[in-house]
């Protein structure tokens, strides 16, 4: 059974910095695109960053450019989202999301239970 656990969440002052971790278990996760998505309160969901497992090829969201990098770490099965300058713009949950690369626009692959990010302006 597949699970992936969010951690790293918490309040921090605009301008700080935090690491989220998503450790992902269940299977092999080598033919995968990793993803962080967010949800602030009364808005959707919407992406900010993946990583294809088999490359490190990363794409982000125009707004997180510069500010966020997500890495893997196949040793510990582990996907991290490091998050710089941070704004109360940045205030979400954050969520782990694990895709197939084929059919990857199709499918909504398996999330986690997200985790709660604070930005005090």
């Known amino acids: 059974q597949v699970q992936l656990v969010e951690s790293g969440g918490g309040l921090v002052q605009a301008g700080g910095s935090l690491r989220l971790s998503c450790a992902a278990s269940g299977r092999t996760f080598s033919t995968y695109i990793m993803a962080w998505f967010r949800q602030a309160p009364g808005k959707e969901r919407e992406f900010v960053a993946r990583?294809?497992?088999?490359?490190?090829?990363?794409d982000y969201a125009e707004s997180v450019k510069g500010r966020f990098t997500i890495s893997r770490d196949s040793a510990k099965n582990t996907v991290y989202l490091q998050m710089n300058n941070l704004k109360p713009d940045d205030t979400a949950v954050y969520y782990c999301?694990?895709?197939?690369?084929?059919?990857?626009?199709?499918?909504?692959?398996?999330w986690g239970q997200g985790t709660q990010v604070t930005v005090s302006s």
């Open positions: 999301n694990a895709r197939p690369e084929v059919g990857y626009w199709t499918v909504a692959g398996y």
């Open positions: 990583i294809r497992w088999s490359s490190g090829s990363t």
